[in-house]
């Protein structure tokens, strides 16, 4: 389902009437699922608990990431509940950095102690609301401006939008996209352990 809806995008972007609904819910469609995988996160609204397994990265790991959510009710690991006193959700408060109201993205156990690590099992199983409370601003004008590109670009082939004198010129990749994402971009490390 997407996040975006037809008539709004239409109203904002003053869509000529050529244009198919079926045309502009896959334009949307596509920008939601490109904007996902580039922020690798999917941007939902949190809806009815249920539980997610996880498996810790290593034997000496206290916090694993998670999806986003909004709230925690169970954590099991390898079978055992762990108390709400003995894990804390992170970013701290629901929070970001520049205070903005934020998902959780982190639970780490307290008190010194690592997850259970079986190779490649998962043995943690969180139940938890899974997305955000609501869709954040940027994203959506991110999505605005992506589906409008989309629909632009219908007629563009093999990347040339046009020509000068001397080349074509192609299509890049919009700058105001990225900008208004860079926030929700998930950082992953990789590397030896």
């Given amino acids: 389902m997407s ?4 008539d709004v995008f239409k109203a904002w ?25 580039h922020c690798g996160r999917t941007f939902v609204v949190a809806g009815a608990a249920a539980a997610r397994v996880f498996r810790a990265p290593n034997d000496r790991c206290s916090v694993i990431d ?42 780490r156990l307290l008190g010194g102690g690592v997850w259970s690590y079986e190779y490649d099992k998962a043995t943690i ?6 997305g955000w409370s609501a869709m954040p601003a940027r994203y959506t004008e991110a999505v605005k401006i992506l589906t409008a590109d989309i629909l632009d670009n219908r007629d563009i082939r093999n990347g040339v939008i ?7 010129i192609r299509v890049r990749e ?19 352990a």
């Fill in 162 to 168: 046009g020509f000068t004198d001397y080349a074509g």
């Fill in 3 to 6: 996040n975006l809806d037809i």
């Fill in 13 to 37: 972007k003053r869509v000529e009437t050529s244009i198919s609904d079926a045309s502009v819910q896959a334009a949307i469609d596509t920008a939601e699922e490109a904007i996902d995988q």
């Fill in 125 to 130: 199983s969180i139940t938890a609301t899974w």
């Fill in 66 to 107: 998670i999806y986003d959510c909004t709230t925690v009710t169970a954590v099991t690991d390898n079978g055992s509940t762990i108390s709400a006193s003995n894990y804390q959700l992170e970013p701290l408060n629901g929070l970001s950095t520049w205070g903005e109201t934020v998902p959780y993205t982190a639970i």
């Fill in 174 to 192: 919009n700058p105001v996209v990225s900008s208004l994402l860079s926030k929700f971009v998930r950082a992953r490390a990789f590397g030896v």
